[in-house]
């Protein structure tokens, strides 16, 4: 048990707690003040790193503008140092990046440190970053095609301009304020994949091991996968663990769900996930508005780790999501009530999330008062079940047109309310797809939900937005709604030319529905 001894920042408190728990193999961390009803207060970015650790939170947490919970791994990198890996200062460039004469990315890196890659390294690259969460805005994986003095010529063209001074404080030590360079364990899917592959042939197995869980893309993004809209985001993914190696050739313990492709640098990159930990919140609130998009609870590449809460009230100051699952296998949250945010405009004011995870759920919760209660993004085989949502502003629950693959969404509540997000005119319970993201969501099974109240005008029970492929709509009960099944149309940004394919709808129940099924009449 740490006793917080004030309502001063106890983030330095908490970590330092956390980090010798996690040093001696695991524990059950229970955090409060002497008098658990006395608040907690956190300021900065409590990061659970190890793995069999719970973190308990009895007393109320009042977060700041900046306060976070994460449960938080990484993918595996390293920097060759003069002592072995990760010795000496983190390579970083000496000044801005440039192109060659092929327009591929070019890393000028300071002196001497060109011999400490190698041809073939597979390369994170990261420039700017936010100084409110801590998170790299500005991104980019490629391949040492060759070396040139100290000179790094990579395989594809930059993403992002990638400075040698961003003029900003330094929050992470060397090489923060400058684009700093890391080779990855990852090895080169040699061979194109299919779905229901288990095995995958690669250039060299050396950095991976049986066991190793793992993080299989290539690098195709939304724009890559239709050039109708520009939207940067990764598109292509999945989390699967190492059964067996033979030769370059390894072996997944559970078969591939898509494809990947060489020419796209696919890779099979080791993760160094936090494994079974979990946080258990009581209470959370915000003293002050956030003044960016900080989520409350988080789990970033973790493996077989949870999140319970009682309540998390963000009607004070909650910007960004309350609750979020990203990168990360089999992770849960289960249990709790998000009610409210301060503000709902894109991006903002989400309730439960599930980001480029794979088989994760979230189930459980009542939310109320959310841009979109549960958003699902570039998921493989993830679900939302037994949760309730009322006077949400967009959806209740939202695949969100960015590649999501086998997700169920089942014996949910959801009721709708008068309120609508800023510039929005139509909302829906359930929403397959999106408007302006139009990247497909596929075979998606929607099944044995209750959904009501959606009368107003622009309002529908269920969407299904182009190019969303073989959804199965059963068994659901849709009442006192104005639209109960509507094909929503995509944005003016948007070629209107995406078209829905296989929608099967079945044993259904439309309740004092005024039109139960209109797939013509939205033509925006």
Known sequence: VLIVPDAGDATDLINTA??????????????????????????????????????????????????SLRIRGQKSEFWRGPDGPDTGTIPAVR?????????????????????????????????????????????????????????????????????????????????????NVRVMRAAAITSATIPGQYTVPVADTGYLAVGDLCFIDDQRREVDLNPDRDF???????????????????????????????????????????????????????TEPQTARVVAVQIDYGAHCSIMVGEIDGSAGRIGQALRLSYSYDCHVTGGYLRGAWAHGSGEGYGATLYYATSCSVSGLRISGQRHSILFQATTACEAFDNESTDELITGIDTHGTACLATVIRDNRISGGARFAPGVTQKAGIRIGNSAHVVSDRDTVVEGNLVSGFSLAGCAALDVVGPARGTLLARNVLADCAIGLRRQGNNAETANTQHIDRLDVCDNSFVRVAAPVDLVSDTS
């Not at 409060?32 to 793995?51: E, F, H, K, N, Y």
């Not at 063209?157 to 400058?178: M, R, V």
């Not at 033979?246 to 696919?266: C, D, H, K, M, V």
């Open 232 to 286: 940067d985001n990764p598109a292509n993914m999945e989390i699967a663990r190492i059964a067996g190696i033979s030769g370059n050739e390894i072996t997944f313990e559970t078969a591939l769900r898509r494809s990947y492709l060489p020419q796209w640098n696919a890779r099979v990159t080791k993760l160094e996930a936090v494994e079974r930990s979990h946080i258990r919140l009581g209470q959370a609130g915000w």
């Open 18 to 67: 956390l980090d010798e728990m996690g040093a001696e193999g695991g524990g059950h961390l229970v955090v409060q003040r002497a008098s658990p009803r006395d608040p907690v207060t956190l300021s900065g970015i409590v990061q659970l790193r190890w793995s069999d650790v719970t973190l308990e939170l009895r007393s109320p947490i009042h977060y700041t503008a900046t306060g």
């Open 95 to 179: 000044e801005n990046a440039f192109t060659d004469t092929e327009g591929r990315l070019v890393l000028p890196m300071r002196s001497g440190e060109g011999a400490r890659f190698q041809v073939g390294d597979f390369l994170v690259i990261r420039g700017l970053r936010d100084l409110v969460t801590g998170t790299t805005l500005e991104r980019q994986y490629t391949e040492v095609i060759a070396i040139d003095g100290d000179d790094l010529i990579c395989a594809d063209p930059p993403l992002h301009a990638f400075l040698y001074d961003y003029g900003q404080a330094s929050l992470d030590g060397e090489g923060f304020n400058t684009t």
